[in-house]
T-cell receptor, first 115, second 110 residues
Framework: DTGVSQDPRHKITKRGQNVTFRCDPI?????LYWYRQTLGQGPEFLTY????????KSRLLSDRFSAERPKGSFSTLEIQRTEQGDSAMYLC?????????????FGSGTRLTVV | GQSLEQPSEVTAVEGAIVQINCTYQ??????LSWYQQHDGGAPTFLSY????GLEETGRFSSFLSRSDSYGYLLLQELQMKDSASYFC???????????FGDGTTLTVKP
């Protein structure tokens, strides 16, 4: 169990640029989630996958955000035309099993700063 | 809409017992989870309650009352390393998305 890996750890970008983050979940976990967290708040749901299928996407997410999980392994989260309000920690998580009693295993996150 | 209420800060001394409450109003409810997050770290899973009652895991216990839309996390024999933020999270469906509270910052003093 190598844990959930996220890359990069930090990203500074200029407003208007596109950014892409990668997440490698624990290999036997078939559900993968993306959350966003800002200072002083709890994680906010963005989207999740079961294997390669994207099962739900937050209505708060604009069309500038897209996520993929090709082949049901790693996942990418892309933000197009970044805005200053996108600055946050982007957390990836996976679950060991199909039940809610299997808590999330979170990665260390990608901290995005839009300047 | 969805809302979870937790106290923003709690302070206690080493060796003491502290209870962090969480009340929720959500459109769906499958269970209540608790997570710990140290400064600069990722949230880590502590406990999960689907049914009313108390679940005990070592020094930590978690309680749920579905009829009152209320739960709490109980931390016993507090240690300095327990200083962290604690989040309650409503599991909206079985292993689907979750809605997190804004967290309670626990400070343990010597």
């Amino acid at each position: 169990d190598t844990g959930v890996s996220q890359d990069p750890r930090h990203k500074i970008t200029k407003r208007g640029q596109n950014v892409t983050f990668r997440c490698d979940p624990i290999s036997e976990h078939n559900r993968l989630y993306w959350y966003r967290q800002t200072l002083g708040q709890g994680p906010e749901f963005l989207t999740y996958f079961q294997n390669e299928a994207q099962l739900e996407k937050s209505r708060l997410l604009s069309d500038r955000f897209s996520a993929e999980r090709p082949k049901g392994s790693f996942s990418t989260l892309e933000i197009q035309r970044t805005e200053q309000g996108d600055s946050a920690m982007y957390l990836c998580a996976s679950r060991r099993g199909m039940g809610a009693n299997y808590g999330y295993t979170f990665g260390s996150g990608t901290r995005l700063t839009v300047v | 809409g969805q809302s979870l209420e937790q106290p923003s800060e709690v302070t206690a001394v080493e060796g003491a017992i502290v209870q962090i409450n969480c009340t929720y109003q959500t459109s769906g409810f499958y269970g209540l989870s608790w997570y710990q997050q140290h400064d600069g770290g990722a949230p880590t899973f502590l406990s999960y309650n689907a049914l009313d009652g108390l679940e005990e895991t070592g020094r930590f216990s978690s309680f749920l009352s579905r009829s009152d839309s209320y739960g709490y996390l109980l931390l016993q024999e507090l240690q300095m390393k327990d200083s962290a933020s604690y989040f309650c999270a409503v599991e909206m469906t079985n292993a689907g998305k979750s809605t997190f509270g804004d967290g309670t910052t626990l400070t343990v003093k010597p």
